[in-house]
Each structure stands twice: as C-alpha cells, then as structure tokens.
C-alpha cells in the first residue's frame, strides 16, 4: 500500500457507545496502526434531536480507556462546520447537480402511501427536481421551507470495489435524489460525511455494512464535487443467537454494560476482534500489540457474526485467570464495596484468590465469597452426609474440631492442614465425606464452594473453630 494511509472513526453522540461500534472503531485502528498511517476521530453530530448530553466526552473516555488513541488533536465536531456544508450544498445547486425541494411532509406521506399501496419502493418523485433554478432562489429568498437533494442520474450503474465484499454494483435507477441539506440547515450524514473525508484526506472508510446501499450515492457526491474517493470497507453485521441484528430488545449491547459487570476491557477487545475476523490460526488470545501485527481486511467475514456471550465468558475468564492476586482482588474491590463488604486488603486477596479459577466476570465474586466476610446461615440438615445422622455428624465434627485445635498456627496453610486432616481421617476410620463434607459446609452454608482446607486456610484458626462450634451447636 503506497499512499499513506489515514482513517476515521466517526461517532454519533446518541448515547452510549454500542458494542458493534466498538468493534468498528477497533478495526478502523488496527487497519491504521497495521499500516503505520493515522487514526483520527471526528464526531458526527448533524442529527441534533438524537444528541445525548455529555455523550462525546463519553465516546472519548471509552476510547481512551480501551487504547484506541486518535491521532488529531484537534476533533472535528460536524455542528461547528455548518457554513461549510451549506456552501458545499450551494456550490451543487449553482452547478446544476443539485436542487431546493419545496414539497411539505404531507405531499411527502401521501407520495409514500401511493408507492406503498402500488408496490413500488419509496422513492422522491423528482417534483421539484427541473424547478427553474431563478424561481427556486425567490422562493428560497422569501423564506419558503426547503431542503437541497442532490440529482442523482437516471440510467447507468456505479461501481465499486469493497475491501472486504469485492465488487459490488448498484443501478442508478433505484438511487433516491437524496437529501443533502435539511431544512433545518443541518446536512444530512451523506453530504458532511464526504466533504469531513475529503478535508480530513481520508483514504480508507471502514463501516458497518448498513452503510453499504449508501455508499454509490456518496460515490457519486464525489464525483460532483470532483474529488478522488477514499476505499471503501464494510463490516459484517453482528447478530443475536437467533440471527437477527443485535439489539438491546434480546440483551446489553453497550460497552459501558459490559464493564459494569465485570467483563474486561481486554476480554472485550479481544471478543469483538473476532466478531467478524478470523487469524486463520488456533489462536483465540491477543495482545493489542498483537492485533495490529496480524490484522488485515482480507481477513475479515462477508457473512453476520453471532455474538456468543458465552464465548466472551470464556474469554473473561481466561483474562481474569491471568492476573496477578494483587490485581485480581483490586478489580474486586470495587463490587465488594458496593455490596457493604469491607475487611484488609491481605484478607481480601486471600479470600476472592479461592474464586479466581472459577469466576467468568468479576461482579460475580460478591456471591462467591461472602461467606468469607459473613457468618453463613443455613438448614442444618446441609450438614448431614449421606446415610449419618445428627448424631453422628455432630460427633464427626467434634473430633475435626478437637483435632484443628492442635495444629499449630505457624502451619495453618491450605496444604499442611489437608496433609493433617487426611491422615487423621485415615487413622479415625471414618470415610473422608463422613468428615469434610460437614466441615465445608460449617464453614461456607453452602452445598458447592471451594474446598474445606482452601476455606479454613482463609478464615484462620479462630474463626475456623469458631463456625465449626456453630455447626455442631445447630444439629443439637
């Protein structure tokens, strides 16, 4: 690729940002970082009754936060160029390839009924389009309510070659005259969009596949103002199980949603990297280094991706595994807090560190310790193992009790104390789940939890001895 290569992620700031724009903005980059070119943001805020307050400082903090940096420093914000655009619109009228449309909203619906009940698409029906060029520009001066379309040609097809579709043909026929000025004096996404790129020199567009039936119209916008058009790259669409597009109607979909629960942001970059992108390898975990070495176009689906929660589980997991116990306790800090759970940070560390090999996001650490921070309450008919009674439980218990007492402290570890206990148990004659099974349980409530000796080795020797008494004080 010889020109340098310069590309944009252009954001609406309607909210928060969507996973399936993540995933855009991250290919964009990654096109942009593979080739050694420059990544620019710009904000794409024509649509004024959409626009969330606080959304574009949002856009950017997300950003930032999942390494995407952009390399303008100055953003370009679509609303503060509106006399350029206006300009731009002109210039086509005055040129003969654009025209001031007159028709109401009313004409407009009833156009759109007639098409709808005859079958036909719905399509302008170029009333205003051979308008004397004079008598439009009174009407305008007069203060007449007006949009600009720009003409589309009527015969012939336009083509174009997708990055990642190939060749791809539209016939000029089912091309809307489209609008390119409302009426508002906003332009429309297909005019500011062109004139954004051409200034900004863009050289690839990458974009959801929505945008594809879009695209021959803002080929041919370039071709009226004369500029040499960017390649074009549409993305696949990403889907629900049920392959239809993915939208919050079947579950979260913004990114925001995703942290909130304990997904990390390197899981869910990684996870939407391969929403649409094979490496062609077995390969599943990537470095953001990694991403950019590897990533190409050529490699990416024509076809809808599925987005598998499960497969981001997994991956989460896998990310989750791979921090240091400091780390991992200090991402669960913050959902422990919420929950009212307080202690030391030593005690922390050791108490989520039970749960790190099992957990898939981190909020789900709240449920899964604590018992280590509350005593836990439970029907004492939990305790009984198999065939045994109360009796004999409360009896079993009592001698694990009585034999904990006199371990020393300096060697209260998970792997001295079940060297310890199973050779008592072996000595005792009794079966191991005549004897752990009730100590797990007296020391978490619960039938599934981490391991008596993982258990006792967080809690200490006091505490230990102390739900243990519990138990036996429960089955009286």
């Known amino acids: 690729m010889s020109a340098k290569v310069i590309t944009r992620f252009s954001p609406s700031p309607t909210g928060y940002l969507h996973i399936g724009s993540l995933r855009t903005a991250l290919y964009v980059f990654l096109f942009a970082r593979h080739h050694q070119g420059k990544f620019y943001l710009r904000i794409e805020d024509t649509d004024q009754k959409r626009k969330v307050e606080g959304a574009v400082e949002n856009l950017q903090s997300i950003l930032k936060f999942f390494g995407l940096n952009w390399d303008n420093e100055k953003i370009m914000i679509q609303s503060q160029r509106l006399a350029r655009y206006k300009q731009a619109a002109e210039q086509l009228v005055s040129e003969g390839k654009a025209y001031y449309c007159f028709c109401s909203e009313a ?22 389009r051979d308008l004397d060029l004079a008598e439009a520009a009174n009407r305008v001066a007069s203060g007449e309510p007006y949009v600009i379309r720009f003409k589309m040609p009527k015969t012939g097809q336009t083509e174009f070659t997708d990055l990642v579709r190939g060749r791809v043909i539209f016939d000029n026929k089912v091309l809307d005259d489209q609008i390119i000025m409302k009426s508002d004096g906003y332009p429309t996404y297909h005019l500011a969009a062109i004139v954004d790129d051409h200034e900004m020199a ?24 004369g500029w040499p058009a960017p390649e074009f790259a549409h993305l696949p669409l990403n889907l629900n199980p049920d392959k239809s597009k993915l939208s919050k109607r079947q579950g979260d979909v913004a990114v925001e949603d995703f942290l909130k629960k304990g997904f990390l942001k390197e899981a869910l970059l990684n996870f939407v990297l391969l929403l649409g992108w094979n490496p ?69 560390e050791r108490a989520v560190a039970t749960e790190q090999k099992r957990v898939k996001v981190i909020s789900e650490i709240v449920a899964a310790t604590e018992f280590f921070f509350k005593e836990p309450s439970y029907d004492p008919e939990l305790l009984i193992w198999k065939k045994l009674n109360r009796k004999e439980t409360a009896q079993n218990l009592k001698m694990l009790a009585e034999r904990l007492s006199q371990i020393a402290e300096n060697k209260w570890q998970e792997r001295a104390l079940e060297d310890e206990i199973k050779d008592f148990i072996v000595a005792s004659g009794r079966g191991t789940g005549d004897l752990l099974w009730p100590m797990r349980v007296a020391l978490s409530g619960r039938k599934a939890s981490p391991g008596p000796f993982e258990i006792a080795a967080v809690l200490g020797q006091k505490n230990t001895l102390k739900r243990i008494n519990q138990a036996i004080d429960l089955l009286k």
Not at 107 to 128: H, S, V
Not at 202 to 225: C, D, G, M, N, Q
Request: aromatic share 10%.
């Open 107 to 128: 004409r407009l619906a009833d156009l759109k009924k007639i098409q709808e009940q005859k079958k036909m698409p719905p399509m302008y029906d170029g009333k205003c």
């Open 202 to 225: 863009i050289t690839h567009v990458i974009r959801a596949e929505e945008w594809l039936s879009s695209t021959p119209k803002h080929i041919l916008l370039y071709r009226a103002f």
């Open 280 to 348: 062609g390898t077995d390969q599943e975990i990537f470095s953001l280094n990694e991403m950019i070495e590897q990533f190409s176009l050529e490699k990416v689906s024509k076809s809808g991706s599925v987005f598998d929660v499960r497969k981001l589980e997994w991956l989460n997991g896998e990310y989750i595994r791979l921090k240091s116990p400091k780390e991992f306790a200090a991402l669960c800090q913050p959902y422990l807090a919420a929950a009212g759970i307080a202690a030391d940070d030593d005690y922390i």
